[in-house]
């Protein structure tokens, strides 16, 4: 027998959009389900960000283990336990989640009133989800369903026993070797932990360096870091087909500068990009508009071109970060709620011009605002400052020889257009660049700021004294 259950705002997803959305909606009172067919919390600290990072903060302890001979200390017996680390990396999982099945975030939704369902939901119409034998409405309708693996055209790949990012970040046994497809942000980091820890690693990247979205002075950079991680890196590289072998072996046919060879790896791993999470929703029969890329479209409302349906997060084919799907679901939530209560408060909008972004390789790579090459295409000359890590006071007692800050500045107004940090703590660092732009400030204010003494932040303020035309 089919049930029917009523509320002011519908949610499809928990994750870092989904959630913030249901807090921000039951803070205007709104009645909220909120419905989810995996984990609560979303991939984010179940799958993504969280184990992600308690992995390589291991593999940084291994690496600074085997190095400190060079500060006098000695260390003895120093060696991997893959199987201690993937209990280090579970409990720290489970420290953010409260278990399994994302207990910490039930407690939350429990204690503001907020409805969870847990299953499959698929619309019927624009106000209607089916989730099992249950059908929900909402006055306002919220997805936030995130982003699914994008599988490359690559032949043969579809026969292969190869791993998703996920599947490889949740292994429990270290392979010997392993090619990822891939050189963005998340297949980099993979290859940090695995090359790390000894396991010879092939990153392929169509494009000439790894993390394409980068500036690209900082990406040749990172490129060539990541060389020194047992990472073996193969920029504009065409895999032609990846060939089931025997005894556990693949081999991936390569061509790269004209030349193809043929690569023998224990494990293939797939991070090749996302694509948005809307192919079981039926969201035909809403009305919904998807682009050519069949990514749901929204305004600075997150409001679809259906007045009271919203989507937030990665779904919605914009920034593929968590501190964006926050704000992003916020602003859905509190929008949302609006819509279905009939009140006239001030709508929310997303303002995602200054959103600083960090990719944790060793060492880090941070930015903000856009890169050189988007600059240049735009305004031709720029005003370009830049400093070495190495020259560093902080930088020398660390043994820090690799890293750089670069700032880019408006050739008239001297207002900072862009910042991107290739240096340890960069992640930190950036945010100074990311509220001088937020402030609207020059880069000369920037380099007037007295800093401390010694610390990588003072790079900020050498390169902002150093900009020149280019």
Known sequence: MTKTQNFDVVIIGSGSAGFSAAEAARALGASVCLIEKDKFGGECPNYACIPSKAWLKAAKVYRSAKQSREYGVSCQGIGVDFEAMVKYREKVVSSITGGAHGERYQKIAQQLNITLIIGSAALIDEHTLEVGHTLIKGKSLIIATGTVDYLPPISG??????????????????????????????????????????TRVLLFEFTPTILPKEDEELARLAHQALKTHNVEVFGSARILEVIDGRGGVYGLKVEQGGAVQTHAVEQVVVAAGRRSNVADLNLESTGVALDDRQTIKTDDEQRTNVRHIFAAGDVDGGLQLTHTAHREGAVAGHNAALQALGKRAEKMKSDLRVVPRVTFVDPEVASVGQTSQE???????????????????????????????????????????????????AGEMIHEAALAMHLNTTVDKLGSLIHAFPTYSEALMAAANSVELE
């Not at 990012?165 to 993979?190: F, H, N, T």
């Not at 031709?380 to 930088?395: C, D, E, H, K, P």
């Open 375 to 425: 600059l240049k295409a735009k305004m031709g000359q720029l005003l370009v400052g830049r400093y070495a890590i190495a020259n560093l006071g902080r930088a020398v007692t660390d043994n820090q020889k690799q890293g750089l800050v670069k700032i880019i500045a408006h050739p008239k107004t001297r207002k900072i257009l862009g910042c991107h940090i290739m240096s340890p703590h």
């Open 157 to 198: 790949l579809d026969q292969a026993h190869f791993l998703g990012w996920k599947q490889a970040l949740l292994q429990k046994r270290q392979p010997k070797s392993m090619a990822i497809i891939g050189g963005g942000a998340v297949g980099s980091e993979l290859a940090t932990f695995f090359g790390t820890l000894g």
